[in-house]
Nanobody, 125 residues
């Protein structure tokens, strides 16, 4: 069983930055594919950024390319999402997710085995 706990959300003005963290339990974190997803009110959950276990394959949603950076620290069992140049349309609950088969990157929420509880990000105009 894997537990994921997100933190770092909050209220920020447009153009500002936030860094989200996701702390994972389990001794095999380095073998997981990890990702960030988000869900805005009234919308479906969508992928933001995902990468495979060794970090050699990363995929960003077009809407965040050049502004968001996903990274991981396997020694700390932690996933990060650095978000710069935030826009009001980035407002959503952000979730981290883990897939135990970490070899391949997937952007579909159906491919992930574990989810955190989410952290709210609100960007004011």
């Amino acid at each position: 069983q894997v537990q994921l706990v997100e933190s770092g959300g909050g209220l920020v003005q447009a153009g500002g930055s936030l860094r989200l963290s996701c702390a994972a339990s389990g001794r095999t974190f380095s073998q997981y594919a990890m990702g960030w997803f988000r869900q805005a009110p009234g919308k479906e959950r969508e992928f933001v950024a995902v990468f495979n276990s060794n970090g050699g394959w990363i995929n960003y949603a077009d809407s965040v390319k050049g502004r968001f950076t996903i990274s991981r620290d396997n020694a700390k069992n932690t996933l990060y999402l650095q978000m710069n140049s935030l826009k009001p349309e980035d407002t959503a609950v952000y979730y981290c997710a883990a897939r135990t088969d970490g070899r391949i990157v997937y952007t579909s929420i159906d491919e992930y085995d574990y989810w955190g509880q989410g952290t709210q990000v609100t960007v004011s105009s």
